[in-house]
C-alpha cells in the first residue's frame, strides 16, 4: 500500500484530518467496510456460510492491497472496485478457496463504491460539524467580546454609517448557524446504504435482498433507502452543494479580514507566526495567508459543484461518464471546505483587533457617515427635500475642504436656528448613532445557541 | 409600464406563471410591495402619519411607473430601487409633498430589493410545489402501472439485467421526492424579510427598528431574520442549488427518456401533437422537445449556481459586484427551473410506452442477460470460478453466433449434467430474474407519500 | 413585431448597440437574411426561379413578422426557425404560390439558426474591436501621463514596493492588446456559413450544395467551412472562452479601481456625475458603480462559458438539448462583455487620479518598503543573512513605534558605519527605488501599438 | 523527495506522461530551473559570481529536497517557493555561505512559480501536440477508409438522413484540426518567462533587469514579454480555456462512440482486452471505458475552465486567493485534457465498426428517411405542399404499418402517375442520397492536411 495522495500543496488547502478520510487508504477502505459488513449480514442469514464472512472479513483492510497494482488494473476496468473485489477474492482464495466465492456476493461495484463513499462522507461531515462547532465558539466569543467597538460600515466599498465589530462578527455567525442547520438536515438523505446489485434489483439475493440491505445497514450505520439510487446522485450532490454554501459564507469571512487588514485600514489582523505570511524578499510583509487559503477555496469550488450538478443527468440504471466525474470532485469540494474550515478557525480564534484605529479612520470621514442622522432631525423642522440637499452640500464641503461635518453645519443659520451646538454635537457622534446593533448581536447569539444546541441534540 | 421582458425563446425556457413572477412588473411589484408595507408598519407605530402611508401605498402598484425610465435612470444609479424611490416619491409628492418625506424611512434600497426579491421567491416556491406536486402524482402512477412491465435495465449504456419500467420510474419519483422535502426545508431561511437600513442597524429608526421590522414581517407574512443579511447571501443563493438538484433529477428523466426514445430501442415516447417536434424538412421527424428543453436547463443551471455561490464573499456590509452579479442569475434559476418542470409534467403525463417492443429488445439480448443468474445457480455446483468462467464464454458464444443463451448452454454436458432443461429455462426467463424490484417500487411510493403528506402539512 | 427583449436591468448590464445585435429583432433578421442569400444563390445557379428568390427575399424583414406568434410556436416545434419559416412561406404564399415552394429550399432549420449567429456574431465582434479600440486608447493615455506617478505597488493586498501608476495601466493595456489579438485569430473560425441541410450532406440538392454554398457565401461575406459544423460547436464557443478571457482582464482594471477608491485609499476616482453612484439615504456616497458592474460580469460570464463547454459533446449529427442551452448562454455572453466593455471605457476614459494622495500613502509607510533596498546594499557589507536579519527588525521597530526606517536605521552603528546618512536617506527615497517601471511601459506602450497595427490591417 | 502525487484514479483520468510533468517533482524541478537559469544570467553579467552560480545550480534538482519539509512549511508561508528557496539556499550554505547569498537574487516567489508553471506547460503543449498529431492521424485514416460507409445520420436522437461514417468522422477530424490551430497560436502569448521581482519593478536589479530577463529567457527558451504579467493572467488562463474546447470536441467523439455501441445499436465498439470494461458480475459485459473516461473529463474541465476565469481579477500587483486558486485547478485541465485525449487515440485507433448493422439499422426504418427524396422528386409534379403532406403521411403509414415506404407509395395512383416504380425505388435508394458526404470527407482531409503542415512547420 505505498500509493499516497498526499501533495505539496495538499496542507495549505486542506486540513490533516480531512485527508485521511480522503486519501486512497480511505477509498478503499470505505470499500473493505462495505464488503466485510455484506459479508457478516449474509452470513447472519446464512445465506454466505459464517467462515467465509469472518475469512473476508480479515482481509478487508486497506494495508492488506497493493493499491498501485489497483490504480494499473482500473485504467482497464472503468472503476477501482473491479480490480479490489478481485485483489480481495485472490486474498481470500489463497487461504480458502471456498470462502473467496462470497466475496461481494449478490452486489455490484457501484454498491462498494457508493456505500465506501458515504462513508466517507460521515466521516467528513463529522469533522465538519466539530469544526463548527469550534468556529461557532469562537465568533460568539468576538459578537459578545467587541459588541461595543466601533468601527466604519462599509457598503460598495466605501464608508456607509458607524457599526460595530460585534455585528459585523454577528453577521459571521448566523450564516455560520444556517449552514450548520443545513449540513444537518442533509443527513438522513446522504447517509444511506447503496445497495441494488448490477441494475438496481438485487436479482441475485432473490427475496433475501432486502433482508441483506437491513442488516448491511445496521452494521455500517447508516440508513435503507426506498430504493437504489445508482444514477439518482442528489443525495451525494447535496454535500457539495451545502458545502458549496458554507464556503461562501467562510470566503465572505476572509474577504473582510483581507479588506480590514490592509496597510492603509490596519482595523484587524491575521495571527502573525515565524515563517507565516512573509516574502522571499520583503522583510515588512506580513500576507493574510489564511484568508488567501479561504478565499482560494471559495473560489475553486462553485466549479466543483457545477461539475456535479451537471453530472446529475446520468443514463439509465447507472450512467456514463457522469458518476465517473463525481468520484474526483465531490471528494475534492470536501478537502477544500475541511481547509478554508481550518484557516477560518485559526484566523477567528487569533484574530487581533485594534480598537483604536478603527475609531481613528472613522473620525477621519469628519462626521460625514452622520449625514443621515442630521437629515433625519432636520426633516421635521426643514422639509425633508431641503434638509437633504442642505446637508449633501455640507457633506460635499467636508470632504472637500477637509473639514467637519459639525464645523460646516455649525457654520449655517439655516442650521443653528433649529438646533443648538450641543445637539449638533451629539448627532455627529458616531458612537450614538448605531441603532439596533446592539440588539441584533443580541438576536444572532440566541439564535445560533438554538441551532447549537439542535445540532448537538 | 411598457417594458416587457419576454422573448422569443422564454416560453420554450421558462413556465408563464414563473415569468409573470420575474418579468419587469414583477420586480418592481416586489419593491413596492416592501415600501407600502413599511409605511403601513410604520404609520402603525406612529412613526410616520396615516395618512402619508395611505397615500404612498395607493402608488404602490407597478402600474404607476414608466419603466423604461427607471431603467434608464438605473444605469447611473446602479441600482433600480433608488430610482424606482425617487419615482415613487415624485408620483407621492404631485399629491402631498408632506407624505412625500415619508417614502422609504429609514430603509435602504438593498432592503427594497430584498424583500422585493424574497416576495417573487415565495411566488415561486409556491409554484414550484404545485407543479412538483402533479409531477409527483403522474410519476405515482407510472410507477404503479408499468410495475410489472418488463424491459432491459441498462448500465453504462450496456444491457445488464432485465427490470421493470416500475423500478425505472420509481427512482425518479424518489429523486422528486428529495426534492421537495429540500425545498420545504429551505422556507424558514429564505422566506424573511430584509431590514436593515444604509449599514444594517436600522440607526434612523433609533430603537423603534425592531417594532417596525416585526409589523413589516406581518404584514408581508414573512419570517423576521436575527439581523439583516445584505452581504450574508447563503439565504437565497439555497433556492438555487436547491433548484439546481431538482433540475438535476429532471435532467435525468429526460435523459432517460431521450434515450428510450431511439429509433433502435423505441420504448417509449414523448406526447405527439400537432406542431410538436416536427423538422422542417424531413417529414418522419418526431424530435422529443420537451426532453431537449429540459436537458437544456440541466446543462444551464449548473453555470448559474456556480456564479451565485462565486458571488456570496461580498464586501463588507454590503458588496459590491457579486450582489449584483445575482440579480439576473436568480431569477434565471427560477425561470429554467419552472421550464424544465412544466415540460417534465407535459411529458410524464402524456408518456407513451411500448411494452411489446421492451420485451421485444429484451429478447434481443438472447438471454445474455441472464447470465449471473446461471452462474449463481452453477456456481455451487461447479464452483463459483468455473461456473463465472463457463458462463462467460457461453455468453461470448451465444452474441457472436447469434444464438440464445439457453441453446449453447443447453448443448454443453457439464451444465445439462447438473440442470434440466426445464430448470436452465427458467434460470433464462428474464421475468423471473427481477430481485425486489416490486418491493422497491412499493417502497418508493409509500416514502414519497410521506414526503407529500409533509409538504401539504 | 412587438416582443422586445430589453429589460430593467439590459442597461446597467449591456452595451445598447449589442443589445441591437441581440435582441429577437436581430436574432430573427438574422435568420432571414440567410434564407434570402439563400434563395438569392439558388436562383442565380438557376435552382428556383428568379422571381421566386426576388419575393421571398422581400419578407425577409423582421418587421413583417409578429414575433409573438413566433414565440408561441416555438414551444411546441422545439426552435423558432420552424415557425419562422413556416411564416415567411405563408406570407410568400400569400402573394405567390409557387415562390412559397422555395423558401428555404435544400436547408435545414439549424442551418438558418447558426448562420443567423455567426452574422450576429460578426456585427458583435466589430462592436467590440471598436470599443476595445478605444479603451487601448484610453490607457495608453493613462500610461503616458502617469508613468513618473508614484503610489505603493501592492500584493496579497498589502504594501510591498513603490510603483507608478503607468505601470499599472501598462499591465491593464497589455491584456487588453492580448484580448484584441485573441478575438482578431478567432474570426477566421468562428465567420464561417452553415449549410448542411438535414443531416450535413446537403442531399436535397444534389451535387449543387458546393455551388450554393459558395455563393450564399459571397452573399453574406462570410466563409465556407470544410463541412457543416451542426454538432461541432467549437467554433461559436470559441468566442464565448475569448470574451472570457476578456472580461477577466476587465475585472481586473474594475478590482484595482475599486480598491483604489475606497475611502482609506483614495487614489483614484470613478467618474462623478448628477445620479451616479449615490445612495437612497447617504448624502456622501460616491458608489464606483462602473466597477460593480463590470465585476458583476467578471463573475457571471465563467458560469456562462463552463454552461458553454458542458454542451459540446453533442449527439451525432445534431445535438439533443446541448445546441438548446446555447441559445440564450451565448448571446448573454457578448452582451454582459459588452457592458463591461463601456462601463471600462467610461471609467478609464474619465478616471481621476489624486497623485497627492498617492504620496501621502507611501509615505505614511514610513520607508519600510525600501527594507529590499536597504537589504541589499547592506548585504556585500554585513553578509546577506546579517543585513536581512537587521532590516526585518528594523521594518518592525519602524511599524511598531511609528518611526521611520531611515530614523531606526540612522540610529544603528551597524549600519551607520557602513553607510553615511546620506546613502541611506537616498535608499529609503521611493521615487529611486523604481527599477524598469519606465522601461516597463514603454515596452507595453510599442508591443500594443504593434497589436493595434495588426487589428486594423 | 517521497512525496508522491499519483493516486488510484490517475491512470484512468491522466496520461502518465503528463503525470510526469505536473507531479510535485515537476512542480518542484520547474521552480529550480528558474533558480538555475536566473543564476546563470546574473553570473553572465557578472552580476553575481560565477562560482556562485555553479555551485547554486547544482543543487537546483527536485531530488536534493525533502519535499515532505516544504510542503509543511508551505502551510505558513503562503506558497511553496519561499520554502524551496530557503532550503535550497540552506543547501548551498552548507557547501559555501556567500554562493547561498546569491539564490533566487532579485526575484521573487511568483516568478518562479509562474516561470516553472510555463516550463510545464511548454512541456504539456509539446505533448498534447504529438498526440493530436497522433489523434488526427488516426481520423484521417477513419474518414478514407469509411468514406462510403452507410449509416443513419441521426439528430435529436432521431434518424433524420443517411450519411456515411467517414462524414461523422471527418467532423470530428475538423475539430480536432481547430484545436491544434488554436494551441499553436496560443504558444507565443504564453511561452514566455515571469520576471518582475517583488511588485513588477524588478527594482533590485536597478537597470541590469532587462538584461538579466534578456539570459534568463534564453537560458530558458522562452518569450521576453513587455512587463511582468503577476496579475494578468489571461496568459496562463488561455491555456486551459482552449484545452476546454479540445476536450469538449473530444467529449463529442466519446459521446457517438458509447451511442453507436449500444446493445439496439451496435454500429461502432471500443476495442476489447481483458480485463477491459467488464463488470464484477455480468458476464456479457463490455463496457465503453475510453468513452466513460472522456465525457469524465469533458463534465469535469468546464468548472475548472470558469474556476479560473472567476479567479482572474486579482488584486493590484498580485493578487490574494484568485493566484492561490489556479495553482491545482490548472494543472487539473492538463492532466484531464490528457486523459481523454490518450482514451481517444487508443479508441480511435482500435475503433471496431459493424458496416452491415449499419445497413441493417437503415434498413429498419424502411425507407422513410428518404422522405425527403420523394418529396422533392414530387413537389415539382404535384406542388410542394401536396408533396410533403401526401409524404408525410406515407411516413407515419410505414411506421405503423411496419411497411416500406416503397410499398406504400406503390400503392398510391398519385404517386405511380408520376414516378414509375423504377424511379421511385432509385429515390427510396439510400447509397443515392448521400448529397456531398464523400466532397466534404475531401474537404476535411485537405483542410486538416493544411492545419498539420502548420503544426509542423
Redesign the interface.
Known amino acids: 500500500m505505498t500509493?499516497?495522495?498526499?501533495?505539496?500543496?495538499?496542507?495549505?488547502?486542506a486540513s490533516r484530518a480531512m485527508r485521511e478520510v480522503f486519501c486512497?487508504r480511505g477509498?478503499?477502505q470505505g470499500m473493505l467496510d462495505f464488503e466485510a459488513a455484506l459479508a457478516r449480514a449474509e452470513a447472519e442469514l446464512g445465506l454466505i456460510p459464517a467462515a467465509a464472512a469472518t475469512r473476508i472479513a480479515l482481509y478487508c483492510r486497506a494495508e492488506c492491497f497493493q493499491?498501485e497494482l489497483?490504480?494499473?488494473?482500473?485504467?482497464?476496468?472503468?472503476n477501482?472496485?473491479?480490480p479490489l473485489?478481485a485483489a480481495l477474492s485472490a486474498l481470500v482464495a489463497g487461504q480458502d478457496?471456498q470462502a473467496?466465492?462470497f466475496v461481494?456476493f449478490g452486489?455490484?461495484?457501484q454498491d462498494a463504491m457508493d456505500t465506501g463513499l458515504v462513508l466517507q462522507l460521515r466521516a467528513a461531515l463529522g469533522l465538519f460539524d466539530a469544526d463548527l462547532a469550534h468556529l461557532g465558539g469562537a465568533l460568539e466569543e468576538l459578537v459578545r467580546k467587541f459588541r461595543h467597538t466601533l468601527l466604519?460600515?462599509?457598503?460598495?466599498?466605501?464608508?456607509?454609517?458607524?457599526?460595530t465589530f460585534g455585528?459585523?462578527a454577528?453577521?459571521?455567525l448566523?450564516?455560520i448557524g444556517?449552514?450548520r442547520?443545513?449540513l444537518r438536515?442533509a443527513r438522513h438523505?446522504v447517509l444511506v446504504i447503496q445497495f441494488g446489485?448490477?441494475?438496481?434489483?438485487?436479482?441475485?439475493?432473490?427475496?433475501r435482498?432486502?433482508d441483506v440491505g437491513g442488516i448491511l445497514a445496521r452494521e455500517l450505520k447508516l440508513g435503507v433507502?426506498?430504493?437504489?439510487?445508482?444514477?439518482?446522485?442528489?443525495?451525494v450532490?447535496?454535500v457539495a452543494?451545502?458545502l458549496?454554501?458554507l464556503?461562501?459564507?467562510l470566503?465572505?469571512i476572509?474577504?473582510?479580514i483581507?479588506?480590514l487588514?490592509?496597510?492603509?485600514?490596519a482595523e484587524v489582523f491575521e495571527p502573525r507566526?515565524p515563517?507565516?505570511?512573509?516574502?522571499?524578499?520583503?522583510?515588512?510583509?506580513?500576507?493574510?495567508?489564511g484568508?488567501?487559503?479561504?478565499?482560494?477555496a471559495?473560489?475553486?469550488?462553485?466549479?466543483?459543484?457545477?461539475?456535479l450538478?451537471?453530472?446529475?443527468?446520468?443514463?439509465?440504471?447507472?450512467?456514463?461518464?457522469?458518476w465517473?466525474?463525481e468520484?474526483?470532485?465531490l471528494p475534492e469540494v470536501c478537502l477544500l471546505a475541511s481547509g478554508a474550515l481550518s484557516h477560518a478557525l485559526e484566523v477567528i480564534e487569533q484574530l487581533s483587533l485594534d480598537p483604536q484605529r478603527m475609531r481613528a479612520?472613522l473620525a477621519?470621514?469628519r462626521g460625514?457617515?452622520l449625514?443621515?442622522?442630521v437629515?433625519?432631525a432636520l426633516?421635521p423642522l426643514l422639509?425633508?427635500?431641503l434638509a437633504?440637499s442642505l446637508?449633501?452640500r455640507a457633506?460635499?464641503s467636508a470632504?472637500e475642504e477637509g473639514r467637519s461635518l459639525f464645523d460646516v453645519l455649525a457654520a449655517q443659520q439655516e442650521v443653528t436656528h433649529h438646533l443648538s451646538l450641543a445637539e449638533l454635537d451629539r448627532l455627529c457622534d458616531a458612537s450614538v448613532?448605531?441603532?439596533?446593533?446592539e440588539?441584533?448581536c443580541e438576536?444572532?447569539l440566541?439564535?445560533y445557541a438554538r441551532v447549537a444546541r439542535g445540532s448537538e441534540g
Request: with cysteine; aromatic share 4%; hydrophobic share 40%.
Open positions: 500509493l499516497d495522495s498526499h501533495t505539496l500543496l495538499d496542507g495549505l488547502f486512497d477509498r478503499v493499491l489497483i490504480a494499473e488494473a482500473t485504467v482497464r476496468a472503468g477501482p472496485a473491479i473485489i478457496e473467496a466465492r461481494h452486489a455490484t461495484s466604519i460600515g462599509r457598503t460598495w466599498l466605501q464608508p456607509a454609517l458607524p457599526i455585528l459585523k454577528a453577521g459571521w448566523s450564516a444556517r449552514s442547520e443545513r438536515e438523505r446489485g448490477a441494475a438496481g434489483t438485487l436479482a441475485s439475493l432473490g427475496q435482498g432486502i433507502p426506498g430504493l437504489a439510487w445508482h444514477s439518482q446522485r442528489d443525495r450532490v447535496e452543494t451545502t458549496g454554501l464556503v461562501g459564507s470566503g465572505k476572509a474577504r473582510d483581507s479588506l487588514m490592509q496597510w492603509e485600514v507566526a515563517g507565516r505570511g512573509g516574502s522571499s524578499t520583503l522583510p515588512h510583509k506580513h500576507n493574510p495567508v484568508a488567501a487559503a479561504i478565499l482560494a471559495a473560489t475553486r469550488i462553485p466549479g466543483l459543484v457545477a461539475t450538478l451537471h453530472a446529475m443527468p446520468q443514463e439509465h440504471e447507472r450512467g456514463l461518464g457522469g465517473h466525474a468520484w474526483e470532485s479612520n477621519s470621514t460625514v457617515l449625514g443621515e442622522a437629515t433625519l426633516s422639509g425633508r427635500a437633504h446637508v449633501e457633506c460635499c470632504i448613532y448605531l441603532g439596533l446593533a440588539e441584533m438576536r444572532a440566541s439564535e
